[in-house]
């Protein structure tokens, strides 16, 4: 047994690591956010890698400090059931609901809408996430090392051609960096901070830390000291990748603007960056690169739900999860990206602070000494807000009224919970909740074995 891991050993955990949160996707929202805060980039790219990396790097070390073997085990310290609702709504939402079905559409966006006239525009979607999640089904049906090969080379290539295009790009900018749009006008670094929740990777990180923890494990690491340590510098390494390159890209995007126009989302920005600075070939080499880092991503997610769904209610054959997921997949891919990831918001505004939440418990509960009564407590309290969130932005969404009852909500935690309009209103709130429950399960800890010790000293 070992507690240390040679740098080298850390550097490919890490680059692992950054393989496995890097998607195609999570290029199109630092351009977006780039386009959109114009000037007041770098106050809104602050706020998109607290939550794009820096949420991510704080799950793994929750798994790594936790000690449980999934997701489902850590979530079921606050009820089996809900450990088992929780895990099921993070894979369907990193998965067949939003995640999966944006791989076929952001490679559909950057790879192949360039070459397709406006007419053709939705023909071509379907035509194209068709066969696309034809190819990812036949391969979830068939695992093949060809998949992993194909993500080792992809990831490099991709690495290194964004970074000569965002060397290009500081060398020769594209133009000037404008007026920020009205949403990023004025608090661009909370409108970051909610932008960052779009990667998903937080979500994911819960998922994805098992992964690492097993890794390090294979390499005789198996205290849980050893673990954590092990965990965090690997995630250093990968967190400092996912850093430079959003911030390179929101720069890309923020100088885009005058060249190229707003795009409803930053998927076509890289597509006709890359045609501006080395024409058509680069635009090819782009759209091959971004389909096949898309299909490799959504075959993964496809695998990993078909699994955990398997395992959950055995019954039904893993084929058949796939099978479904991959229809699913195809049906909301044909929404269009936009939408995507619109109506993907509400469901991120209540499954984030839980998954915050639940993170923040894990690093905490050797202090309430593990008590269930403790994490359940604050995740109710989690939920109480994170739900009134969703609905509120479920309804701005659609631009219908708020409902009776939902308004008057509204209006009682604006006006009681800080950082409520920023979408924090949950964060002050559970850290109140684990103080006053901690509080009352120490005390009844200590007078429950102060009793004991009085009884059998009576004895």
């Not at 999570?26 to 790219?45: C, E, R, T, Y």
């Not at 990193?94 to 944006?102: E, S």
């Not at 949403?183 to 909370?190: D, K, L, R, T, V």
């Not at 209103?425 to 109140?432: K, M, R, S, T």
Request: glycine share 10%.
């Amino acid at each position: 047994m070992q507690n240390k891991l040679p740098f080298s050993r850390y550097f490919i955990i890490g680059v692992m690591l950054f393989a496995l949160f890097f998607g195609a996707g999570n290029l199109i929202f630092p351009a977006g956010l780039g386009q959109k805060a114009g000037s007041n980039i770098w106050m809104a790219v602050g706020g998109f890698l607290i939550t794009g990396i820096g949420l991510p790097f704080l799950g793994i070390l929750a798994m790594g400090f936790s000690g449980s073997k999934n997701l489902q085990e850590l979530a079921g310290r606050i009820h089996p059931l809900y450990g088992m609702i929780f895990t099921s709504l993070l894979y369907l939402t990193i998965g067949p609901f939003f995640a999966a079905p944006r791989t076929g559409a952001v490679a559909y966006d950057i790879g192949i809408a360039p070459f397709v006239g406006d007419g053709f525009g939705q023909v071509g979607l379907i035509l194209f996430t068709c066969v696309f999640f034809i190819v990812t089904l036949w391969f979830s049906l068939n695992p093949a090392k060809i998949v992993d090969n194909v993500g080792k080379i992809l990831s490099p290539g991709i690495i290194i051609l964004i970074l000569v295009l965002l060397v290009m790009v500081i060398v020769k900018p594209l133009g000037s960096i404008g007026a920020p749009q009205e949403s990023y006008a004025n608090g661009a670094f909370m409108k970051g901070l909610l932008e960052g929740y779009n990667t998903m990777d937080a979500l994911a990180s819960l998922v994805f830390g098992i992964i690492v923890i097993n890794v390090i494990r294979s390499m005789g690491v198996t205290s849980t000291r050893g673990i954590l340590s092990a965990s965090a510098k690997s995630g250093i390494v990968a967190i400092i990748f996912l850093g430079i390159i959003y911030v390179g890209i929101a720069y890309l995007g923020a100088t885009s603007t005058e060249a190229f126009g707003l795009f409803d989302t930053g998927g076509q920005v890289l597509g006709k960056a890359a045609s501006y600075y080395f024409g058509s070939l680069g635009t090819v080499m782009l759209s091959i690169i971004i389909i096949l880092a898309c299909l490799t991503t959504s075959i993964g997610l496809m695998t990993a739900c078909g699994e955990y769904f398997h395992t959950l209610f055995p019954k039904l054959s893993y084929n058949m999860w796939v099978v479904f997921f991959s229809l699913v997949s195809f049906v909301v891919a044909n929404f269009g990206l936009s939408n995507i990831i619109h109506f993907s918001i509400p469901v991120l505004m209540l499954l984030y602070p839980l998954a915050v939440a639940l993170m923040l418990l894990t690093f905490l509960s050797k202090l309430f000494k593990h008590s269930r009564f403790v994490y359940a407590a604050a995740t109710t309290v989690t939920f109480m807000i994170s739900l009134i969130d969703s609905l509120k932005t479920f309804c701005q969404l659609l631009e219908i009224e708020y409902f009776g009852w939902l308004k008057s909500i509204i209006s009682f935690y604006e006006k009681t919970l800080p950082l409520y309009n920023d979408g924090l209103g949950w964060l002050l709130p559970v850290f109140i909740a684990i103080l006053i429950t901690g509080v009352i399960v120490r005390v009844q800890n200590f007078t429950a074995l102060r009793l004991k010790n009085k009884t059998e000293g009576t004895l």
